[in-house]
């Protein structure tokens, strides 16, 4: 019977010796394709931004502006001086934490966001959290009753789900509990933490059944590999409850993939921001980007692009440490 129990501990806390040394490695070289992709988000977003049609300075003074005054306005922006320059100075900007002043808003980039970061971090937590609190459950029921009703019943809502842009299941769900039954706000953020939290239910549900049916299949599949595992045999043989046995063994040694599937939902959960803000009419900075976007607003737009890159690579690299540390075989790859 001994040997039973520490059968079933390997696969879960079993590591080489040798996997501390490469754990540090595999840190440090996560750490420096950090560092490089938030510099190519900013070369990127700078360029693009230049390219894309359209003059800063004649979306704020409109259309009936002289060339003088154009031209005054490019010149204290610093429009006027070529792409390289302008980089330059952007750069520098950034490495002493100063995202630049607002086009439009003539305010600081950072005063601007700070106050948007709150709504649309807890939107982006909150759906989070609704993602795994329905992807478990599913997907381990349809893993252990593989093949019959319920499973063919998940699969079917997956595929449904996945084929159904977001902001259709916002205004459905609008409809059902806001509109019809009067259960939750039509939109906004509220006043106060307990309005904050009702206000962002029906939109946290919406981005999370954007990413839910991935999470799903890719949770599904990973426990139908291990429940043919020896040492799930074992388990069972040792008189653990079924359920003990799906949740503690079967789902925490399947859940490295779609730990790191949803680490990179998460970063689309946060640019998806865009949308179900605009949806549910709440103040968050997917908002104020489009807003942005919309007035050629060039530093707001660098601004928070930066944020959103800095947030995605720390979501990212916190969701392949922990995944190397569930599994230490990552770490020596």
Known sequence: ?????????????????????????????????????LIGVTVATFLLLH???????????????????????????????SLPSQFWRYAKQVVRGDLGT???????????VGPRIGPTALLVAMAVIFAILITVPLATLAASRRDSVADQAVRGFSVVALGLPSFWFGIVLIEIFAVNLKLLPVGGYGSGFG??????????ITAALAIVPLLIRSLRVGMLEVLDADFVAAARGNGLGEARVLFRHVARNAAVPTLTLLGLNIAYLIGSTVIVENVFALNGVGSLLLQSIQNRDFPTVQGITLLLAVAVVLVNLTTDLLAARLDPRIRLQ
């Open 1 to 37: 019977m001994a040997g039973l129990s520490l059968g079933l501990r390997l696969p879960l806390t079993g590591r080489p010796r040798r996997a501390s040394g490469g754990g540090w490695s595999y840190t440090a070289r996560r750490l420096v394709g950090a560092v490089l992709v």
């Open 51 to 81: 390219a894309a049609p359209g003059n800063p300075a004649e979306q704020v003074l409109g259309q009936r502006a002289t060339p003088a005054q154009l031209h005054a306005l490019e010149h204290r922006w610093g429009l006027d001086s």
């Open 102 to 112: 607002s086009f439009v808003y003539g305010k600081s980039v950072t005063s601007l």
């Open 195 to 204: 309005n904050h939290l009702e206000s962002l239910i029906l939109p946290a």
